[in-house]
C-alpha cells in the first residue's frame, strides 16, 4: 500500500520566522509529487509540481526541494506571514491512475 | 472566471435516500476526480474521469456512482449503499490524461454532506 507521510502534523510559527516540513513518499516509480495549499473556507491551491530529482521550484516566500532517490520533499518559508497560516499537502503520483495525499501540515502563523 | 463549481456547499441527507452532488467546471479539463475528506484524514480518491463517457473507481468507490456525459460536468451520486456518509467532499479537475501526471490539479470549494 502506497503511503504518503506528512510531518509534522500541525506547527506554530512566530511572524517573521522561516520554516519547513517534509513529506515522505515512496522511492520508487516516482512520477510527481504536487504541493498545495489550503486555507480554512477556500479550496487548495497548487503551489509546485515537481517531477525530476533535485527540483528546486520557488513562488515568492515559499519553495520547494525534491529527492526522489529517498523519497522526501521539503516545503520552506522563509519570514512566515500571517496569510501563511493554512494546511499544506503533498501529493504523489506513480505515473499509474493513483494520486495519493497525505494528511497535510497545518500551520499557524503567531502575530 | 475560469474554475470549478460544487453546488450545494451544505447538504443533509435522510437515512435511505441516495443525494447527488454537483460538479461544474469552465477549464475544458479532460480529467475530472471527486475526493472525500474525513477528519484526521488525507483526501481519498471515489471516482475519475479521463474523457467523457469513461470514468474509473478510486480507492473508496463502495456506495458510489458517477457519470460523465458532459465534459463540463461530474456528478457524484453518494447512494444508500454508502454506510458513513457523512464527510467534505472536494471536486478536481486537470488538463492532463490520468489522476496525477505533472498537471496540477484544480479544486472546487466543496459540499459538506450530513445525515439527518
Not at chain 2, 59 to 87: C, H, M, W
Request: contains cysteine; proline residues 5%; aromatic residues 12%.
Amino acid at each position: 500500500i502506497l503511503n504518503v507521510e506528512q510531518s509534522p502534523q500541525s506547527l506554530h510559527v512566530q511572524e517573521g520566522d522561516s520554516t519547513n516540513f517534509t513529506c515522505s513518499f515512496p522511492s520508487s516509480n516516482f512520477y510527481a509529487l504536487h504541493w498545495y495549499r489550503w486555507e480554512t473556507a477556500k479550496s487548495p491551491e497548487a503551489l509546485f509540481v515537481m517531477t525530476l530529482n533535485g527540483d528546486e521550484k520557488k513562488k515568492g516566500r515559499i519553495s520547494a526541494t525534491l529527492n526522489t532517490k529517498e523519497g522526501y520533499s521539503y516545503l520552506y518559508i522563509k519570514g512566515s506571514q500571517p496569510e501563511d497560516s493554512a494546511t499544506y499537502l503533498c501529493a504523489f503520483n506513480s505515473g499509474d491512475d493513483k494520486i495519493i495525499f497525505g494528511k497535510g501540515t497545518r500551520l499557524h502563523i503567531l502575530p | 472566471d475560469g474554475g470549478i463549481t460544487q453546488s450545494p456547499k451544505y447538504l443533509f441527507r435522510k437515512e435511505g435516500q441516495n443525494v447527488t452532488l454537483s460538479c461544474e467546471q469552465n477549464l475544458n479539463h479532460d480529467a475530472m476526480y471527486w475526493y472525500r475528506q474525513d477528519p484526521g484524514q488525507g483526501l481519498r480518491l471515489i471516482y475519475y474521469s479521463q474523457i467523457v463517457n469513461d470514468f474509473q473507481k478510486g480507492d473508496i468507490a463502495e456506495g458510489y456512482s458517477v457519470s460523465r456525459e458532459k465534459k463540463e460536468s461530474f456528478p457524484l451520486t453518494v447512494t444508500s449503499a454508502q454506510k458513513n456518509p457523512t464527510a467534505f467532499y472536494l471536486c478536481a479537475s486537470s488538463s492532463s490524461p490520468g489522476t496525477g501526471g505533472n498537471q496540477p490539479q484544480h479544486f472546487g470549494d466543496g459540499t459538506r454532506l450530513s445525515i439527518l
